[in-house]
Antibody, heavy 115, light 111 residues
Framework: EVQLVESGGGLVQPGGSLRLSCAASGFTVSSNYMSWVRQAPGKGLEWVSV???????YYADSVKGRFTISRHNSKNTLYLQMNSLRAEDTAVYYCARVRAGFDPWGQGTLVTVSS | QSALTQPRSVSGSPGQSVTISCTGTSSDVGGYNYVSWYQQHPGKAPKLMIY???KRPSGVPDRFSGSKSGNTASLTISGLQAEDEADYYC???????????FGTGTKVTVL
């Protein structure tokens, strides 16, 4: 079964850092495009970042220079390193495979940035 | 990259059809045939309903259909059912700089 499971969310102070993980099963992360999408409380979906199978990475302007997407091939896991966190980064963060659309999605992990 | 524009809400009675629009620009919706649609129930992860403008993944009912004209894509739900009540989001490929953009989201209410 193709599945994604996120972890690593939690409460962090403004200016702090957090690393999210997304463990994949049923397919190989490094052979696919993989993305992070977030959803602030009560708001819509916002694309955050993507890593292509060849290793190229892209970011939304709102996180560029602060977030880094990466993967660990032997662990079949996707990561999102988030630095210099702001209150507006508070959201549920989803990982997803990007093939014909975003599918599947993980269950999401909540990141709360607050003092 | 600005979010694609969707109506805030649409509604219909069971059995009726509703159509959700998704308006972008020639740099996203109008420039590529890579529009997808997602259904999201409260507290759940989004689910892919349509990809590449009009293709349905396995398991998605054929009541769901997609189309595109110019800079506007559309999702039509025919024979509306109670379980279709959810939020719906479009998404488009937008080129190599910031590759993806989501729509603002539409709440579908079944009356």
């Amino acid at each position: 079964e193709v599945q994604l499971v996120e972890s690593g969310g939690g409460l962090v102070q403004p200016g702090g850092s957090l690393r999210l993980s997304c463990a994949a099963s049923g397919f190989t992360v490094s052979s696919n495009y993989m993305s992070w999408v977030r959803q602030a409380p009560g708001k819509g979906l916002e694309w955050v970042s993507v890593i292509y199978s060849g290793g190229s990475t892209y970011y939304a302007d709102s996180v560029k220079g602060r977030f880094t997407i990466s993967r660990h091939n032997s662990k079949n896991t996707l990561y999102l390193q988030m630095n210099s966190l702001r209150a507006e980064d508070t959201a549920v963060y989803y990982c997803a495979r990007v093939r014909a659309g975003f599918d599947p999605w993980g269950q999401g992990t909540l990141v709360t940035v607050s003092s | 990259q600005s979010a694609l524009t969707q109506p805030r809400s649409v509604s219909g009675s069971p059995g009726q059809s509703v159509t959700i629009s998704c308006t972008g620009t020639s740099s996203d919706v109008g420039g590529y045939n890579y529009v997808s649609w997602y259904q999201q129930h409260p507290g759940k992860a989004p689910k892919l309903m349509i990809y590449d403008v009009s293709k349905r993944p396995s398991g998605v009912p054929d009541r769901f259909s997609g189309s595109k004209s110019g800079n506007t894509a559309s999702l039509t739900i025919s024979g509306l059912q109670a379980e279709d009540e959810a939020d719906y989001y479009c998404c488009s490929y937008a080129g190599s700089y910031t590759p993806y953009v989501f729509g603002t989201g539409t709440k579908v209410t079944v009356l």
